[in-house]
């Protein structure tokens, strides 16, 4: 695999931006490797800048449902392009967006555009204590909801809302009203509720653990955390800024059949361009300025080319995309799975649709404990090994992988032939 390109691209980068990328996962640290740079992508197939070819299951990290450079999106964003690439103001297409997603997702009724998916989740934190006038948040380990302040702790040695920060610059008390809890711990859950509850504003939880693997919410998981959020008067936020249309029009809730009271969204709403969404019912979004008291503002939030690249990208979903997704989700499982044990390897691979996980691992994994204790030293090499072979994977063990419309059954088995190859 020649990569010379590549890595004097990645050079001249390192020169102007800090570590050579403008989000730490493409450094490629995790795997002990040099990045490669991305030159174009097509359908399920990216090219870098040395010419080699690789099938990508990372889809840009979730948003890419219909594969690369989709004509339909192509043809809607050109024809925005040519009529203005940003106003600052509103447009028909805020409106048709916004109709099709309150049309789909069970707990919206209204929603504001954001510009990324960490604007949507700490503006559904802030809109979540103004409403309740609490505030206490709640989240999980191996959740992740973006790089806010408010967002970038984990939980102490000690009890369990002592959190500590993740990030130098992040004062103690900007995490102060933050606790971290294990993912699918009911009984951590019962735990704090029963000693802060009615000082609790929110719980904000993904209902799919893509940002560690695509762990999967235990039995009735999912169902306490809105039980136990109306019992005690605190908002249930979900953060669906992966799952949002990715295993489901209507998303996790509607999978899962629990209405949370504030979602927020991104990715696949914006087509591949920059977008976040929040949004719940009437009563907690008529709060969000100009309308309530609740600040909230972007400049870009809306842009037209990102609303058109929503627009092509939701009205080429429908119920037999979904169950093409997840009739290739099923096949590369099993595929895989099989693969794997005839090579005498191990592993578990959760899936929900057209996302998955893959650990080696003999065990179920079930929170961020057990993601850690798989045996993630086998990584590294597998992903370098993938890589030569022509097979773009996440270069880190604890994000999702991703199929689009345009991934191929050939595509899988190249997937599977790659992984007897890499042995």
Not at 344 to 362: A, E, W
Request: proline share 5%; with cysteine; glycine share 10%.
């Amino acid at each position: 695999m020649k990569n010379n390109r590549s890595k004097e691209i990645f050079d001249r980068l390192k020169k102007s931006i800090p570590g050579g990328v403008n989000s730490p996962v493409r450094a490629f640290k995790s795997v002990n490797s040099d990045p490669i740079v991305i030159k174009s992508g097509k359908g399920s197939i990216i090219k870098d800048e040395d010419g080699n070819q690789y099938i990508d299951f990372v889809g840009s990290w979730g948003p890419l449902i219909l594969g690369h450079a989709h004509p339909s999106v192509i043809k809607a964003v050109l024809e925005a392009v040519e009529k203005g690439v940003s106003f600052g103001a509103s447009t028909e297409l805020e409106a048709e967006l916004a109709e099709m997603i309150v049309k789909a997702v069970p707990s919206i009724e209204m929603i504001r555009f954001v510009n990324s998916g960490t604007e949507a989740t700490m503006s559904a934190v802030r809109l979540a204590r103004a409403y309740t006038k609490r505030d206490i948040i709640i989240k999980f380990e191996g959740c992740y909801h973006g790089h806010a302040d408010l967002f970038l702790s984990k939980s102490g040695s000690g009890m369990a809302e002592m959190d500590e920060p993740v990030s130098a610059g992040i004062p103690d008390s900007t995490i102060s009203e933050t606790i971290t809890l294990p993912y699918n711990d009911l009984e951590s859950i019962e735990r704090i509720f029963n000693k802060k509850g009615n000082k609790i504003a929110a719980v904000i939880v993904e209902p799919i653990a893509g940002n560690m693997g695509v762990i999967l919410p235990i039995p009735d998981f999912l169902e306490r955390l809105r039980g136990i959020t109306e019992e005690y008067g605190s908002i249930l936020i979900f953060d669906e800024v992966i799952t949002g249309f990715r295993v489901n029009y209507g998303g996790a809730q509607k999978i899962y059949n629990i209405c949370p009271d504030i979602t927020c969204l991104g990715k696949i709403i914006g087509g591949g361009f920059p977008v976040g969404a929040y949004g719940g019912n009437h009563d907690i979004m008529k709060m969000i300025a100009p309308q309530g008291s609740v600040y909230q503002a972007g400049t870009l939030s809306g842009n037209p080319v990102a609303m058109s690249a929503g627009l092509a990208t939701l009205k080429n979903l429908n119920n037999k995309v979904y169950s093409d997704l997840e009739n290739r989700g099923a096949y590369v499982e099993g595929l895989l799975i099989n693969t794997f044990k005839e090579e005498n390897i191990t592993v578990q691979i959760p899936r929900c649709g057209s996302m998955f996980g893959l650990f080696f691992s003999p065990s179920t994994i079930n929170n961020w404990n057990d993601v850690l204790s798989s045996k993630l030293e086998f990584f590294k090499d597998f992903h370098l090994k993938m890589l030569k072979n022509g097979i773009y994977l996440p270069p880190s063990p604890f994000e999702s992988y991703f199929i689009s419309t345009s991934h191929t059954i050939e595509d899988i088995i190249k997937f599977s032939s790659a992984i007897k190859k890499s042995k």
